[in-house]
């Protein structure tokens, strides 16, 4: 197999949280030679649930699972001065850095984005924050519901009348991790020509915030904002419980009313209440109640091949279950199975996207805690035996 687009690029991750932990492995699922180091005890993100078997074990996290993919591991202590000079020295034979730490902690150490690249003047340094390096919330602690409120999604989210809504899980998180990968990726190629070492600065909250580009262009222009979903009369813009779960059915498409009141298997929606847009939405709660008696007596799945047969947009909510059985993401290979030495073998969603030339390569599992400190200071930086042994004496490791 040909060797990933980004192989060569070498890579520390000092990063203990989703966003900076997925960026990193973004690169290393695509070539680049990733070393993880986290402190002695173990990042945060191993303490984070759930847990494989729900057993609270440092190694048994599957977020660490998930986001450490493909990379190295070693510890290191960046509170000690000897754990400094052990990152000082890493910095010289690397070509990035991944960190989340608050704005001004690494300089603090004497390991600011100035001070490594007086050692690499080349570094990339890839900084991802809630809210950036600058700015007069940059020293402010985020967290996933807050970005999602700051960056003015939970301000268009939920049912008028009621309390904004936050989705589910830490897309916040993930959307920086994919925007830092992106601009450590272009500084790479940008390198390539002409251009030198840079601090890369990401914020959370922008990343957010630039997904709400219709809604911010509205305000300006018109003075407007997008509103919240109606608690009653939906059209078609919440989901729909059906016999076996939910589905959710949009209008347009190509499909006429006419072959959506078939999809229902519901004459009465053929009614005059019903027979515009504009109708549909004066009784909205009506329509609604018919859609519902309907569709309770309907199968989610009898209906998503009729639906795709009518040229219906149309959705249905998958369970964890399903979506691990997808024959869509089963066809992309996007679950890969991994062998992790303390969980064993277990599918994970690995592939994201795919190269023609350069496919992902799933080489191996997260690293255990300091699996690699041996690789990394005795063979890597030729420390001697009684040498390594002092590093951890010293809890620089």
């Known amino acids: 197999m040909p060797p990933g687009v980004l192989g060569g690029v070498k890579v520390l991750d000092l990063s203990e949280d989703i966003a900076g932990s997925f960026c990193a492995r973004l690169l290393a699922d695509y070539g680049a030679d990733v070393l ?12 984070m649930g759930p847990f494989h078997q729900d057993d609270p074990h440092p190694e048994k996290s599957l977020f660490n699972l998930v986001l450490n993919l493909n990379k190295k591991g070693a510890t290191i202590n960046l509170e000690t001065t000897t754990g ?23 300089e603090s150490l004497g390991l600011g984005y100035d001070a490594l690249q007086e050692l690499n003047p080349s570094l990339v340094m890839t900084s991802i924050t809630p809210f950036g390096q600058e700015g007069p919330y940059s020293q402010y602690l985020g967290e996933e519901i807050v970005s999602y409120a700051m960056g003015m999604i939970m301000s268009i989210s939920g049912s008028q009348g009621r309390a ?9 998180q993930y959307e920086g991790g994919l925007n830092g990968a992106a601009a450590t990726a272009i500084c790479l190629f940008g390198m390539e020509n002409g251009c030198g070492g840079q601090h890369i600065d990401v914020a959370i909250n922008d990343c957010v915030a630039s997904t709400m580009m219709a809604t911010q262009t509205m305000y300006p222009f018109m003075g407007g904002t997008q509103h919240r979903r109606r608690a009653t009369g939906q059209d078609f813009t919440y989901p729909m419980p059906c016999a076996d779960g939910w589905v959710i059915v949009q209008t347009g498409g190509g ?7 078939n999809l ?10 019903f027979s515009n847009t504009d109708e549909r939405a004066l009784n909205g709660v009506e329509m609604d109640k018919i859609m519902v008696d309907a569709l309770s007596r309907l199968n989610k799945w009898d209906l998503f091949a009729k639906a795709a047969e009518a040229r219906i947009l149309f959705g249905l909510v998958q369970t964890p279950k399903e979506i691990a059985e997808c024959p869509q993401l089963e066809s992309r290979e996007f679950y890969r199975e991994v062998d992790h030495p303390v969980i064993g073998k277990i599918k994970v969603p690995a592939v994201l996207f795919n190269f023609s030339l350069c496919p992902y ?3 191996h599992p997260a690293p255990t805690l300091g699996q690699h400190n041996q690789e990394i200071y005795v063979d890597g930086l030729g420390y001697s035996q009684e040498d390594f042994c002092r590093l951890r004496q010293l809890n620089a490791i």
């Open 36 to 47: 993880k180091l986290e402190p002695p005890g173990g990042a945060a993100l191993r303490r």
């Open 84 to 106: 400094q000079a052990l990152l000082k020295e890493l910095v010289q034979r690397v070509d990035v850095v991944v960190e989340t730490f608050h704005p001004g902690h690494l």
């Open 164 to 172: 904004p809504l936050k989705h589910g899980g830490f897309q916040a």
């Open 255 to 261: 499909a006429s009313w006419e072959d959506i009141v």
């Open 264 to 273: 229902f298997q519901e004459p009465e929606l053929l009614d005059s209440r």
């Open 361 to 363: 390569e799933l080489r």
